[in-house]
């Protein structure tokens, strides 16, 4: 069965630094990609998705993600980050094609931002 | 346009008592999501409606578990008898539907705490 795997559970950064977070997937064929965010008090919503075309993704507020295949990834990343990107951010994965539009979430990457 | 509602926002009952969430989609969204976040866990699916029939329950413990979706429109997930494990968010999430992914939307979720 897929699976998720996202390796940083907790990240620190001051403000300006550059992020990157890790998210693996276990089984491969046709998926696609998504990682969402949830800002304290606020509800889970979409940060960015990959379906096909281009493997370098750009999502709102400055991050984009990368879809390695061979590596069955998708990393997600920001240049300079601000403390208002501080939330819990999850990667997810829909095996396209399937009956239903199960999304297969890991357990989340929590970053605080520091000022 | 209005979210997804969920309601109650939080919940505390004691162990062995009955609980029932109630959700309402965004308005047209055909199907219809309740996933479980277990604190330090990604959301996991329990069970998905598309209009009120069930597309996929495969990952709700029926034994105490039920939903239903009766006029395809706002939907019930209730716990009977509630046990200490059940403790977590619960997530309501809705989509326009068909078979093509469509981004889902989430609500604001129910915290259930089982004492």
């Known amino acids: 069965a897929q699976s998720v795997s996202q390796h940083n559970h907790h990240v620190i950064l001051s403000e300006a630094a550059s992020l990157e977070l890790g998210c693996n997937y276990s089984?491969?064929?046709?998926?696609?990609l998504f990682w969402y965010v949830q800002y304290p008090g606020q509800h889970l919503q979409l940060l960015l998705k990959y379906f096909s075309g281009d493997p370098l993704v750009k999502g709102i507020k400055g991050f984009e993600a990368e879809f390695i295949k061979s590596k069955f990834s998708f990393n997600l990343r920001k240049p300079s980050v601000q403390w208002s990107d501080t939330a819990e951010y999850f990667c997810a994965v829909m095996n396209y094609g399937g009956a239903t539009n199960k999304l297969i979430f890991g357990t989340g990457t929590l970053l605080a931002v520091q000022p | 346009e209005a979210g997804v509602a969920q309601s109650p926002r939080y919940k505390i009952i004691e162990k062995r008592q009955s609980v029932a969430f109630w959700c309402n989609p965004i308005s047209g969204h055909a199907t219809l999501y309740w996933y479980q976040q277990i604190l330090g866990q990604g959301p996991k699916l329990l069970i998905q409606?598309?209009?009120?029939?069930?597309?996929?329950d495969s990952q709700l413990p029926k034994d105490r578990f039920s939903a239903e979706r009766l006029k395809g429109v706002d939907s019930t997930l209730k716990i009977q008898p509630a046990k200490l494990e059940d403790s977590a968010v619960y997530l309501c999430a809705s989509d326009p539907g068909g078979r093509t992914y469509n981004e889902q939307f989430f609500g604001p979720g129910t915290r259930l705490t089982v004492l």
């Open positions: 089984y491969g064929g046709t998926v696609n």
């Open positions: 409606f598309q209009n009120n029939g069930v597309v996929d």
